[in-house]
């Protein structure tokens, strides 16, 4: 029988690991905060690695099968065909969409985010210099159309340039955005002239519907998609991930040459096992977290039907609406006092997060279940 990837209970992972999941809060506090997996790691990405550093491959990466297996992936997995020199590597999904925002606007210039929407969009914007500007999803956490087009001519109606972060899917809702939907988005950017950026690092785990490449959809073109495979692997902590310029992409956007020289090496050799051979582990670990849904869905109707929880179309994230507990716009706040468990605050996601939180499906059932545990002991406690 194949063991579990998602597996384990809290003392366990405790004592594996030594990152910033396990190790910022206090030891009595369960962390299902920061994007990361519990899951015992992929087998040919621990043999890529290890075999790298026995040998003592560990200089400047030359990039060529990093790119290769990242065309050969999307070709795969989507049907998404990238011409191999539009792909630049870089040192992770961050930094490269914040050089691309450099390139792409001006000092103070506008970037659109649509929240609810990953958080460290807010800081890494604030850190290149640029303005937040607000389109947030609809009631449906689906893009709202109207309003982009409304605020993309706001923002550009000075003559200021301007790009959109596009999270496709997005975290922290799970939304998947249909072609449709993406073609509509492109359509609407290019009229305004705004550059989208489309970050695409949780594509690999999608439970329904589709995930479609916003640069592969009509108009697209013009954009640039960012993508890696330190989400769905769990392999954050080996830098890379490489950014796909569109086809008809103003030349603004081609980055320089130097910023190749930020993507680990060992990253790139653990991102190459990941995509060519890590199929049947994403695989496995998607149909865990998919039971995990179920799960969380089952426990929280039968203990915490005040919350409002639709399963995630994809991630392995689960946006949930604690609005009718009335414990304000912070509820993770009070469910770290009163249940010791760390979940992300709804609000660090943008305004339309006031009063929810954001829960963290990628580990073992026995800690979805007593995280919901202490989420019900904390509704006793006042
Ligand atoms: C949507 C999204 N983009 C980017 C990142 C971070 O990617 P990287 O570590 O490659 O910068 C995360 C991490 O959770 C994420 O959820």
Same mark, same amino acid.
């Given at each position: ?46 043999? =890529? ?45 961050? !930094?490269?969409?914040? @050089? ?8 103070? *210039? ?8 990953? #958080? ?33 001519? @706001? !923002?550009?109606? +000075? ?21 449709? @939907? ?32 916003? &640069?592969? &959809? ?21 830098? =890379? ?30 991102? !190459?096992?990941?995509?060519?051979? *890590?199929? @049947? ?10 039971? #995990?849904?179920?799960?969380? +869905? ?34 993770? =706040? ?7 468990? =760390?979940?992300?605050? *709804?609000?660090?996601? +943008?305004?339309?997060?006031? +009063? ?15 995280? !919901? ?10």
């Amino acid at each position: 029988m194949t063991s579990r990837i998602l597996d384990g209970d809290a003392a366990g992972w405790r004592s594996k690991r030594t990152g910033v999941k396990w190790g910022h809060h206090p030891p009595d506090v369960l962390p299902l905060w920061v994007a990361e997996m519990d899951a015992a790691p992929c087998e040919p990405v621990v043999e =890529a690695v290890s075999a790298a550093l026995r040998r003592g491959d560990t200089g400047y990466p030359l990039g060529h099968d990093f790119v290769d297996a990242a065309v050969a992936y999307a070709a795969q997995t989507w049907s998404w065909t990238i011409e191999p020199s539009r792909v630049t590597p870089v040192t992770d999904v961050m !930094v490269g969409l914040s @050089e691309l925002v450099r390139l792409v606007t001006d000092p103070g *210039g506008p970037v659109v985010v649509s929240p609810p929407v990953y #958080n460290a969009f807010f800081d890494f914007i604030d850190m290149t210099g640029r303005r937040v500007v607000d389109a947030a999803l609809d009631a449906e956490h689906r893009l709202d159309l109207a309003v982009l087009d409304r605020t993309f001519g @706001e !923002v550009t109606a +000075g003559g200021e340039r301007a790009a959109y972060l596009l999270c496709n899917p997005q975290n922290p809702t799970g939304t998947v955005h249909t072609a449709a @939907e993406l073609e509509a988005l492109a359509e609407i950017a290019n009229r305004h002239g705004v550059v989208v950026i489309a970050d695409e690092i949780h594509a690999p785990i999608v439970h329904e519907g589709a995930f479609t490449p916003f &640069v592969s &959809v009509p108009g697209g073109e013009r954009g640039v998609s960012l993508m890696s495979a330190s989400k769905a692997w769990n392999l954050a902590g080996l830098k =890379a991930a490489v950014t796909v310029t569109g086809a008809e992409a103003r030349d603004d956007l081609t980055l320089h040459e130097v910023h190749t020289h930020g993507a680990s090496h060992l990253g790139q050799i653990a991102a !190459v096992a990941a995509w060519t051979d *890590g199929r @049947e582990w994403l695989a496995r670990v998607t149909a865990e977290i998919d039971a #995990n849904r179920a799960l969380l +869905g089952r426990l929280l109707a039968q203990d915490l039907p005040q919350i409002g929880y639709a399963a995630p179309a994809a991630t392995y994230l689960a946006w949930l609406d604690c609005r009718a507990l009335g414990w304000g716009d912070d509820p993770a =706040a009070v469910l770290r006092e009163r249940g010791r468990v =760390a979940l992300s605050p *709804g609000l660090s996601f +943008g305004d339309a997060g006031r +009063g929810f939180v954001r829960f963290n499906l990628a580990t073992s059932p026995g800690i979805v279940t007593e995280a !919901v545990e202490r989420m019900v002991r904390s509704t006793r406690e006042s």
